[in-house]
Structure formats: C-alpha cells, structure tokens
C-alpha cells in the first residue's frame, strides 16, 4: 500500500513590470508632481474660484443679508470660513469688511472678519508655497522684483505688517508674493492678523453703521479709510523709488 504523499499546490509566478512600463509611469510621476504641472493645477484652482465668485455673487449678503437659518455664533464662524474662501478667489475684502458689519455688527463682524482674513490668507499663502514657488522662484528678475523678493525673505513680518497697515498692494497680491518668497509661515500670519485690524475695524465699523451715514462713528470710520489709503499710497510711491534705486 502506497503511502500518499502530500504535496504542496503550485503558486503561479507573480508576473513583473516590465522595464518599460516601470519607467514610463516614474517619468509620469514626475511630470505630474513637477514644478510646472502644479503651477498649471494653482492657474486652474484659482479660475475656478473666481468662476465660482461670478456665479455665487458673495456681494448679495449686503443686499438679501444673511440665511436665518443660522444664528449666533455659529453664524460668525461660518461667516469666517465663507470670507477666507472668498478672499482667496480674489473677492475685495473691503466689501466683505462692510457685509460683516452689516451683518452682525461691529464687534461680532470684526471677529468673523479678522478670523476670515487670516484663514483666507493663509490658503492662498499655502497654495502658492506648495504649487507656485518652485516654478515662479528660477523666473525672479529684474531688480525691483529682486528687491521685493529680499525684502519679504529677509524683514518678512516687518513688511507684511506695512503692507497690511497701509492698504496699496492688493490683499491677494500681497499672500501670493509671500508665498513665492522664502517667508516663513508664523510671520506670515501673525503679520497678516495685527496688521489687518484698524483698516479691518473702519471698514466693519462703517458697514454697521451703514443705515446712519451722518452718524460719529460712520464718519469717523470713512475718514480713517481715507488717511490711511492716502498714507498707503504715500507709501507705496516712496519704496517704489527706493527700490528702483536699490
């Protein structure tokens, strides 16, 4: 009588990449991760959020006002995260200011804003740092850009607070410019946050008193608008020529 003997089952042989195949999806790696392919995806997330601004029209909250069906605070925190996305698809936040005081008056409004401010600065500052700066960084030329570049790399939260104290460069100008500079996050936003509140505050300030435009505050309010735009453009002009000569 034969003993049976238990044998193993055949594995079938796993089958392996070819070496062409194998390359051919490292270089589509690489092409999708790099520096020029994520530029392309930053050109088109920013369109489609200005597309989507066109279609949405945010500007409505200062006519229809806000949904009631959300209130208090939940409505600020909403508010804010609605703002940040907002500014970081190029919306003007002057307009955004007037809608918060409008909506939920002036010190509720100043929160949501602020808080909106800094979280919409801080995508588009992330969204460039991760998808624009390795391409734009080798294109820097010129000496004003130069100097630009040196000043945000070196004096980052020095400049970002000018730049948010006196308005003249545009709030989205101004983040995607950090970006592609070598400054780092904590000045970034800290900058961004201090410097944002007196402008921030007029403009808040106004929108809440927007139904008594001869009122104290109202006007108190247009006036430190007014000095500081003037001041930012006073600004403006004089580093416009210390950095032609830089």
């Not at 995806?41 to 006002?65: I, K």
């Amino acid at each position: 009588m034969l003993d049976s003997v238990t044998r193993p089952a055949a594995s079938s042989p796993l089958v392996a990449p070819a070496p062409g195949d194998a390359a051919f999806a490292v270089r589509c790696g690489r092409a999708l991760l790099s520096p020029w392919s994520r530029l392309g995806l930053l050109v088109l997330l920013l369109a489609a959020a200005g597309a989507g601004v066109l279609v949405l029209e945010p500007q409505r909250l200062l006519a229809e006002g806000w949904p009631p069906q959300v209130g208090g605070a939940a409505a600020v925190v909403l508010f804010a995260v609605a703002y940040g996305v907002c500014t970081a698809a190029f919306v003007p936040r002057p307009l955004l200011n007037l809608a918060a005081g409008a909506l939920f008056g002036a010190q509720a409004g100043l929160v949501g804003a602020i808080a909106g401010t800094v979280l919409g600065a801080g995508i588009a500052f992330g969204l460039g740092r991760l998808l624009g700066q390795d391409a734009l960084r080798p294109l820097l030329r010129g000496r004003i850009v130069h100097a630009v570049d040196g000043q945000l790399s070196r004096h980052g939260f020095r400049s970002m607070l000018a730049a948010r104290l006196f308005p003249g460069v545009p709030f989205w100008a101004a983040n995607y410019c950090a970006a592609v500079s070598r400054m780092r996050w904590t000045p970034f936003l800290l900058a961004t946050g201090l410097g944002s509140i007196p402008n921030t505050a007029a403009y808040v300030i106004a929108g809440s008193q927007a139904s008594t435009p001869t009122s104290p505050a109202f006007l108190i309010a247009m006036g430190f608008i007014t000095v500081t735009a003037l001041a930012g453009a006073i600004v403006a002009w004089r580093k416009r020529h210390r950095l032609r000569g830089h």
